[in-house]
């Protein structure tokens, strides 16, 4: 897919603030610091638009983007982050997973994990929710160019090996690089197929 248009649309505090359900939409989350914002802007390739973990002041909203005036990409607060109190992280846990359960034109969630570790207790935990509640998710490991092709490998297989045990298989996967821009034909491809299959679902008519 080639990205034409990328633009902002508004961030909301609460899910009635929501921008209208008119469009497919995906959602990217991760922990704190896994590489959200880069890869929204490698994605999107634009330097700012997704603001980074470095950008003073950036509060827990979620963030929508409008992509070639056809879909939207929201970016989502990143969970386990220390530096917010313990009843506003709940809050924000909350409002995360009703927007993830409700929203409506919802198609995709792409939950990001750090390549380089090995898979996290919080993580695990937040694709059992995801699945106990059918919502589709596909995984993206980031960073990947900070490991070898074999390290690399080796993660990924950890992880398979973790989700086994819970899963009949595993979801689709992506490797990403917002350094190289590795994963990021695989990541817009998927939307894009995905985009087709809903065909003229959101259409309007
Ligand atoms: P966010 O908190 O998930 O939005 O994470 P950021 O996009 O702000 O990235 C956190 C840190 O990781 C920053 O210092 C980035 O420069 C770095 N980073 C993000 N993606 C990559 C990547 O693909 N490769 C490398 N080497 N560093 C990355």
Redesign the pocket.
Known sequence: MKINRAEFVKSSKEIKDLPPANKPEYAFI??????????I??LTNRKNL?K???TPGKTQLINHFLINENWYLTDLP?YGYAKTSKSNRAEFRKMIRSYLKERPNLVNTFL?VDARHKPQKIDLEFMEWLGRNRIPFAIVF?????LSSNQLAKQIKAYQTEMLRQWASMPPYFV????SGLGRKAILDYIEQLNTQLGQHFSGK
């Open positions: 991760g922990r704190s610091n896994v590489g959200k914002s880069s890869l802007n490698m997704a980074t973990s470095s990143g990001l980031t960073k990947a160019d900070k990403s690089s917002s350094v």
